[in-house]
């Protein structure tokens, strides 16, 4: 079955980073495009950022444009997100996804404050 696995979340200092990765299984990982969602208290899930199956291309919230950064490795089956200048409106449980599944991790909490 599917699996997603994310870490890399913590405490971290407004204006500092982050890097937040997605290990994937039960699925076939290349041919799928990746996004990161992120989910604040008491609030929707917001789409973060995508990147498409070969990785060549992404698209990013406007919330994040220029801070953030996501990649993935197909030979690893992992996507991961670079976060730089960390906001405490960044303060989310974050999760990744694959685009078209239904199937959603166990998530990883990020929390920026001083």
């Known amino acids: 079955q599917v699996q997603l696995v994310e870490s890399g979340g913590g405490l971290a200092q407004p204006g500092g980073f982050l890097r937040l990765s997605c290990a994937a299984s039960?699925?076939?990982?290349?041919?799928?495009?990746m996004s990161w969602y992120r989910q604040a208290p008491g609030k929707e899930r917001e789409l973060v950022a995508a990147v498409t199956s070969t990785g060549r291309s992404s698209n990013y919230a406007d919330s994040v444009r220029g801070r953030f950064t996501i990649s993935r490795d197909n030979a690893k089956n992992t996507v991961s997100l670079q976060m730089t200048n960390l906001k405490p409106e960044d303060t989310a449980v974050y999760y990744c996804s694959a685009w078209g599944l239904p199937d959603w991790g166990q998530g990883t909490q990020v929390t920026v404050s001083s």
């Open positions: 039960g699925f076939t990982f290349s041919n799928y495009a």
